[in-house]
């Protein structure tokens, strides 16, 4: 079980190998109590296709980042909090396969696997994590997640208005409530979603008008300082993920995913 990993030596090895992976661009990994559960790749569903990401599962982080060179660096290390997560799988369509959605109140996204028995062993190892967390922690799961944005690649229209053809100068933006591709008209209203950002996010007319009604008829004394209409363009669009062009949509050739602990003997 990943209990006997805590204070061996093979598992501060691993850990400290992934550290020197993400060099000075990622954040300490070894702290106490914190093991490494397994790591592999995985296709992640980024706001304008689909990349390649290496994932590291530990009993209280999902760590991520790109691929800069397989096994030795990586970079624009993302950490969520497993507390935080809910798993929701995917059925499988005609072009993508073996998916589920990682959910948290901040962000949410779909990921893909090579084979379904590497999508069932990720998704059972990171829910045998988040129950063991909650349980020892007293915690509740998260009630209220982010929306999955929906990619650029499947709204060639407004998603609201269903009239505006997104062009060069009609830019494509993305409701922070409920994920829809829309326009700029479309989404010049900000509302204040506590959970994903301490300002006020772009979210489209729809949205914003059930926030208001909702936070009006809960008298929320807030409303008039959160709820202002912007035109300005300078909500953050860009999905971080997007800034590395190198690698290719699907992942052709890599290693099975290993998972440690259940075999193991601690050292």
């Known amino acids: 079980m990943v ?20 060099g000075s661009s990622g954040q300490p990994l070894g702290v106490p109590g914190r093991v490494l559960v397994g790591e592999g790749v995985l296709t992640k569903m980024c706001r304008k296709k689909p990349k390649t990401r290496q994932f590291f599962l530990f009993n209280d982080i999902l760590v991520y980042g790109n691929i800069i060179i397989n096994k030795k660096k990586y970079n ?3 950490i969520i909090p497993l507390e935080e997560v809910k798993l929701e799988s995917l059925d499988d369509d005609n072009q993508y396969k073996n998916g ?5 109140a901040s962000k949410s996204f779909a990921v893909y696997a090579a084979t379904a028995v590497e999508k069932s062993e990720w998704m059972a190892h990171i829910n045998k994590c988040i129950d ?6 007293g915690k509740k799961a998260v009630s209220e997640h ?10 060639s229209i407004c998603m609201h208005c269903k009239k505006t053809q997104f062009t060069l100068i ?9 994920g829809a591709v829309v326009c700029g008209p479309c989404s010049n209203k900000r509302f204040l979603l506590p959970s994903q950002s301490s300002k006020p996010l772009r979210v489209c007319l ?62």
């Open 3 to 22: 209990d006997k990993l805590v204070n061996s030596e093979a598992n501060a090895r691993r850990i400290a190998m992934v550290e020197s992976c993400f």
């Open 76 to 78: 624009k290390q993302h």
């Open 100 to 104: 589920w959605l990682i959910k948290t």
């Open 132 to 137: 063991d967390l909650l349980r020892k922690s």
């Open 146 to 155: 982010a929306a999955v944005w929906v990619p650029d690649t499947e709204a």
């Open 170 to 178: 009609n830019r494509r933006h993305h409701c922070r409530k409920c």
């Open 206 to 267: 729809h949205c914003y008008n059930a926030l208001t009604a909702a936070s009006q008829k809960n008298q929320n004394s807030s409303t008039d300082s959160t709820q202002k209409g912007i035109n300005a363009d300078s909500s953050g669009e860009e999905d971080s993920d997007d800034d590395e062009e190198a690698n290719k949509t699907q992942p052709e050739f890599h290693d099975m995913p290993k998972f440690y602990g259940d075999n193991e003997k601690a050292e």
